[in-house]
């Protein structure tokens, strides 16, 4: 193996092994969501968001030259704008409903 790509996997290495969140940021985080986490569960997560860490590394390797997605269909506002309409009169909103009390519709009982 050459020296100059030998170095570069050591340093890769390294750059994997090395812990970005710390055990305390792990209980900090666990303490604000109040998470009572044993010892072992604290690891693991410390193991786990190390891991996504990682792999949002590899990701930010990946080359960002491509065109935004395809949009196939516009972009559009979809609001109208308000504008004042005729409404129903009293009577007409209650003239096709047999549930109606003193001039107001009757709903069910809610307990």
Known sequence: MPKQSRKKSIKQKKEKTKEKITLETVRHVARLARLDLSESELLRFQKDLNDVLVAFKELDKAPAAAKPSFQP??????LRDDAVEQTLSHEQALANTKHKEKGFFVGPRAV
């Not at 269909?73 to 979809?78: A, E, F, G, T, Y």
């Open 73 to 78: 269909l516009p972009i559009k506002d979809v």
